[in-house]
């Protein structure tokens, strides 16, 4: 196989396997680790099948990760999930709201309460609105008063121009 540019680099000499020789166990790669592996859970092994007291092997066999084996320590910091069963959940209890989800109700209530004073005329901006309307009334009332005046009065001219 060829080696490329890297020949005097460490990589230069590796020797990849093919998987031909893998399947057959001839490779040339060295499996330091797996018999290291295999070495470790023979010693267990044999120490399991050595001690003959149950709890012993019950240890080995629910053995802890990492330092939770070495250190035996409650976490208080830590929060475990707690499942709730619709049985014991309290549907009377009311949830506290966050505190902008009460200003966001406190404000929605105050415009709605806002709204039914303003349609009902108490509000200052209301008594404005309803003055105006009065006064655009009045003046639209006299426009159309002097509109009909000067008719007549055209009418009027036109019946005497005519005698």
Do not use: C, W
């Amino acid at each position: 196989m060829g080696r490329g540019k890297f020949k005097s680099k460490p990589t230069g000499r590796r020797q990849f396997s093919t998987p031909e020789d893998l399947l057959a166990g001839t490779s040339n790669r060295p499996r330091t680790f797996k018999q290291k592996e295999a070495e470790h859970a023979e010693e267990e092994s044999e120490e399991v099948s050595g001690d003959e007291s149950g709890e012993e092997s019950e240890e080995e066999t629910s053995k802890k990760k990492g330092t939770q084996g070495i250190i035996e320590i409650e976490n208080p910091n830590l929060v475990k999930p707690k499942s709730v069963k619709a049985r014991d959940v309290d549907v009377g209890k009311t949830t506290e709201l966050s505190r902008r989800e009460r200003e966001e109700l406190e404000k929605q209530r105050a415009h709605e309460r806002y709204m039914r004073l303003q349609e009902q005329g108490k509000t200052e901006q209301a008594k404005k609105d309803l003055e105006r309307l009065a006064l655009i009334r009045q003046q639209r009332a006299e426009a159309a008063k002097k509109r009909e005046e000067e008719k007549a009065a055209k009418e009027q001219k036109k019946a005497e121009a005519r005698k």
